[in-house]
């Protein structure tokens, strides 16, 4: 009878010690999984475990630890058998859970006793977002050093079309109307040009501009952009573009609608990787009362619509598609900031960024943007100034000496009086010890120990009012809220002869009528 109650207590003590083990092992909220080092069948899994891999507890207790892991198996083997002898104690995984989705984990692993022989008990973290975010942030650091380095480029480049532009208008000048040389002059300035446009998208691609708005024809810009696009997308994808001859202008900054354009086209590129369709779509659009945008786009609208017949989108991905650092293509070294960059562009110029699609039958993104006046094209988008007298003391800083030598031949042949430093520090001693008063500062942002911002401030201590010209091939560095001064200016590189002299006329008309309102 004794033995009989002690064997009686003895179950019913394991049977609680079980239902202990149990609910305690199932309601942790840890992924846990038991073990069997030999074979590594799953001999134990609790409720998160079953959720974390997407399984029921009896499909998860039909695997092997190899059917989850995504090494070898015969590595797999090895890593159980150093857990088991706790030579190792802590791994980084990538582990298999339901409908193929993998995922990055760390693992605790050690053994234990369970149910009398030796298994091993494993905690499972999730780290996948963890390693996205480094991998996007590492990513991110890369495109960084990229857009340095195309900066970089485009300074030293824009230094040389200067010079090309500026030497091609003077030689021009001095030609007869006719003469064959005239017209290779023109040949030469006309490759300038084009190489300018090239920089300019160089610079867009780095996101190192300064911003500026203009009234503008959306068709000029998507042919402007369109050789540079159909390298992007290869020659298995055709690229069709449709214009509207009758568009509406729109308000926009050029040089980032050029990067919302390449950003669209890459990601529809990206879904047709067999090859396909890709038409570019611009059309008047007028939207009506009811319309849940009217109230921020008027009721005339410009619609832009970029269209491809790849892989389109899933519902559940196409709710997230804006979302910064979110992306589907990290195989492709996708940030998942190209359409998040691209909604703040449309936003920035008042529109809205809309997109359709259906998984198999391609996608669908419009830009719809306010239409302006059209009459706004002939004019420029600043208010126009009068270029003012060509009389005055401009001192010029710039530390390319070809840029430097042909500026000043420019001001000083329209009849200013120049001069001139290298850098920051020789223009502080040059203004020391000018007899005459400075009327203008126009220098370059980029030079070595005092740059164009600093000497700017440093020479406003002693010349207030003085109005200031920054000039720049790659203003990835310039803080755009300086020009939000009345005499500060932005000239970008390249610029021809008349671009330089209308800045500088403008300029100084400008600072002159500011001071005669003073005076009043």
């Not at 354009?261 to 067999?274: E, I, Q, S, T």
């Amino acid at each position: 009878m004794d033995d009989d109650r002690d064997r009686s207590q003895l179950a019913r003590a394991l049977d609680e010690s079980e239902r202990r083990y149990r609910e305690t092992f199932d309601t942790n909220p840890a992924v846990k999984l038991v073990i069997d080092p030999e074979s590594g069948q799953l001999i134990d899994a609790n409720s998160a475990a079953c959720r974390f891999y997407g399984h029921s507890r009896e499909a998860l207790l039909t695997l092997r630890i190899q059917d989850i892991n995504t090494l070898p198996d015969h590595v797999v083997k090895e890593e159980m058998q150093r857990a088991r002898e706790e030579k190792r104690l802590f791994f980084k995984f990538r582990h298999l859970a339901a409908r193929g989705v993998v995922k990055d984990v760390e693992v605790y692993s050690g053994p234990m006793t369970w149910h009398g022989r030796q298994v091993l008990h494993s905690i499972i973290i999730d780290v996948s977002d963890r390693h996205r975010l480094e991998e996007q942030l590492v990513r991110a650091q890369r495109m960084e050093a990229i857009g340095q380095l195309a900066g970089g480029i485009a300074h030293d480049f824009n230094n040389i079309l200067t010079v090309i532009l500026g030497s091609s208008e003077a030689a021009r000048r001095s030609l007869p109307t006719g003469s064959p040389a005239a017209a290779h002059v023109a040949e030469i300035a006309g490759a300038a040009l084009q190489a300018a446009e090239i920089t300019q998208q160089l610079l867009t691609l780095a996101r190192k501009h300064v911003a500026a708005s203009e009234v503008v024809d959306l068709n000029t810009l998507v042919l402007r952009t369109d050789r540079m696009l159909r390298r992007l997308i290869g020659e298995n994808i055709e690229l069709v573009t449709v214009p509207d001859p009758e568009l509406w202008a729109v308000l926009l900054d050029p040089a980032r609608f050029q990067q919302l354009l390449v950003n669209l086209v890459v990601n529809a590129r990206d879904a047709m990787p067999a090859g396909g369709r890709l038409t570019l779509t611009t059309e008047n659009h007028l939207v009506q009362p009811e319309d849940e945008h009217s109230a921020r786009l008027g009721a005339r609208v410009v619609r832009l619509a970029v269209e491809d017949t790849g892989c389109g989108i899933e519902p559940a991905i196409l709710e997230r598609i804006f979302e910064p650092l979110f992306t589907t293509k990290e195989h492709l070294g996708s940030s998942g900031l190209g359409l998040a960059t691209c909604q703040n562009i449309v936003e920035q110029a008042s529109g809205v960024l809309l997109v359709e699609s259906t998984p198999g039958r391609g996608s669908r993104f419009e830009v719809l943007l306010p239409a302006v006046d059209a009459s706004a094209l002939s004019r420029p988008a600043a208010p126009a100034m009068p270029t003012g007298p060509t009389e005055g003391t401009v001192l010029v800083v710039e530390d390319e000496p070809a840029v430097r030598r042909l500026v000043s031949g420019t001001l000083a042949d329209a009849g200013y009086r120049v001069l001139t430093a290298q850098n920051g520090d020789e223009a502080l001693r040059v203004a020391r010890e000018a007899e005459v008063p400075l009327d203008l500062l126009l220098t370059d942002v980029v030079m070595p120990l005092i740059g164009g911002t600093e000497l700017a401030q440093r020479l406003r201590r002693s010349h207030p009012t003085l109005p200031v010209i920054f000039m720049s091939g790659y203003p990835g560095n310039f803080d755009e809220t300086i020009l939000s001064s009345e005499s500060a200016e932005f000239l970008a590189k390249p610029f021809s002869s008349h671009q330089l002299l209308a800045k500088v006329g403008q300029t100084l008309a400008r600072a002159e009528l500011a001071r005669r309102g003073d005076d009043t």
